[in-house]
């Protein structure tokens, strides 16, 4: 046998290597999916990962847990800086020595934007899944991304017309809760037990500082509504003791890692803003959306935020679909004044789920994963 086809051989069965990166749930969950289908084309991909329970259970090797690296806000990144450099000083270790094909990097701009830089000088390809919402504030990010980036794919339509006027051509491959929701098979347990019950779903969030905010308001609120069952969707990533006050309060339940369930069962959902703002959408239940930071940190964000509104709903509809309560408007009498107004009017719940249709035709109805999956799979094998 020739030396060139013994040659030939081994590059025939050269494994890729992948080293994909998720700072928070949501992007541990669309890890997940591009692992599972990576491994469809690629069967002997090795994937490193900073990331989650997701990840690792499609087969991701997770070298450090998002939990580990969730901080929200000015005032906690500010006091956790040493941490974040521990963390970025050891994923640039692990990318150096390890030497991937390519590395993907799932939103989480703060940190991944450092990696990109990094990764480039070391003249390795970096494709960014789920693009940072730099059109929200810090524009000028989009210089990073344009140097750094290879490749920039889109869950959010509006995207590409931001990344446009900078020249930059990126791709809109639709939005994978569109995939995951279709996907999902609801829990017949949950569903049989709460589906003849007047229920309201709280999705308080992933993180630390997010639970506790929306708990303070929360746990005020359910005593007005002695008839109606609150639903709190936990966070198994997250310690037990920030749901404490929830425990001996009678008409709430805390049930774990399954929003999708609750909120099937659900007439009105109370949402963190964030991810699970679009999915409540996706699934046609009506919402309030509220969010609360320190002091600090909204007072920075106001002077740096550039959007109309802080919800997803509202961003891709571009106006206002479901009320927003931020800051100080958060609190016990206005979220019961909106809330009663979800839970007695069907013309403003009616009008409200058929701009949720809306906002569905607008995404697509794309099978993202796959899509991102083969073109990061095509990309590192062309010659």
């Known amino acids: 046998m020739s030396v060139s086809l013994v040659l030939d051989i081994c590059e025939s069965y050269n494994q890729m290597k992948y080293f994909i990166i998720a700072g928070e749930k949501s992007g541990d969950l669309?890890?997940?999916?591009?692992?599972?289908?990576?491994?469809?084309?690629?069967?002997?991909?090795?994937?490193?990962?900073?990331?989650?329970?997701?990840?690792?259970?499609?087969?991701?090797?997770?070298?450090?847990?998002?939990?580990?690296?969730?901080?929200m806000g000015f005032l906690e990144v500010i006091r956790n800086l040493n941490k974040i450099s521990r963390l970025l000083a050891r994923c640039k270790s692990e990318i150096k020595n390890w030497?991937?094909?390519?590395?993907?990097?799932?939103?989480?701009?703060?940190?991944?934007?450092?990696?990109?830089?990094?990764?480039?000088?070391?003249?390795?390809?970096?494709?960014?899944?789920?693009?940072?919402?730099?059109?929200?504030?810090?524009?000028?990010?989009?210089?990073?991304?344009?140097r750094y980036v290879d490749k920039v794919y889109s869950?959010?339509?509006?995207?590409?017309?931001?990344?446009?006027?900078?020249?930059?051509?990126?791709?809109?491959?639709?939005?994978?809760?569109?995939?995951?929701?279709?996907?999902?098979?609801?829990?017949?347990?949950?569903?049989?037990?709460?589906?003849?019950?007047?229920?309201?779903?709280?999705?308080?969030?992933?993180?630390?500082?997010?639970?506790?905010?929306?708990?303070?308001?929360?746990?005020?609120?359910?005593?007005?509504?002695?008839?109606?069952?609150?639903?709190?969707?936990?966070?198994?990533?997250?310690?037990?003791?920030?749901?404490?006050?929830?425990?001996?309060?009678?008409?709430?339940?805390?049930?774990?890692?399954?929003p999708y369930d609750v909120l099937k069962v659900s007439r009105v959902a109370v949402v963190n803003s964030g991810t699970a703002t679009l999915e409540t959408a996706l699934l046609e239940i009506p919402q309030i959306v509220c969010y609360r930071t320190s002091f600090l940190t909204y007072q920075i964000a106001k002077k740096l935020i550039r959007v109309k509104y802080i919800s997803l709903v509202n961003l891709i509809a571009d106006k206002p679909i479901v009320k927003e309560l931020i800051q100080q408007d958060f609190n016990v009498s206005v979220l019961k004044f909106h809330l009663d107004e979800l839970l007695k009017s069907e013309e403003f719940r009616s009008k409200m789920i058929n701009e949720y249709s809306n906002i569905k035709t607008q995404l697509g109805n794309f099978q993202t994963s796959a899509i991102v999956a083969e073109k990061i799979f095509s990309s590192i094998n062309a010659k």
């Not at 990331?51 to 070298?63: F, Q």
């Not at 990764?119 to 970096?126: A, E, H, M, Q």
């Open 30 to 71: 669309h890890g997940g999916s591009l692992i599972q289908q990576l491994r469809k084309l690629d069967n002997e991909a090795i994937c490193k990962c900073f990331g989650g329970d997701e990840m690792k259970k499609a087969g991701g090797d997770i070298l450090v847990h998002f939990k580990e690296m969730a901080f």
């Open 155 to 258: 869950i959010l339509p509006f995207e590409k017309r931001f990344y446009k006027e900078y020249g930059y051509e990126i791709e809109y491959v639709g939005n994978p809760l569109i995939e995951r929701i279709n996907a999902y098979q609801f829990d017949d347990t949950i569903v049989g037990k709460y589906k003849d019950q007047n229920c309201v779903a709280v999705l308080p969030g992933s993180r630390n500082q997010e639970v506790k905010s929306m708990g303070e308001v929360l746990s005020n609120l359910v005593v007005e509504y002695p008839g109606i069952r609150f639903l709190i969707c936990a966070v198994s990533s997250l310690p037990d003791r920030l749901y404490n006050r929830f425990n001996n309060l009678e008409n709430v339940d805390i049930i774990w890692d399954q």
């Open 99 to 146: 030497n991937p094909d390519v590395v993907i990097l799932i939103d989480y701009p703060g940190f991944n934007l450092k990696v990109a830089r990094f990764s480039k000088s070391l003249d390795i390809k970096v494709h960014y899944y789920i693009s940072p919402k730099i059109w929200a504030w810090n524009h000028k990010r989009v210089h990073t991304i344009k």
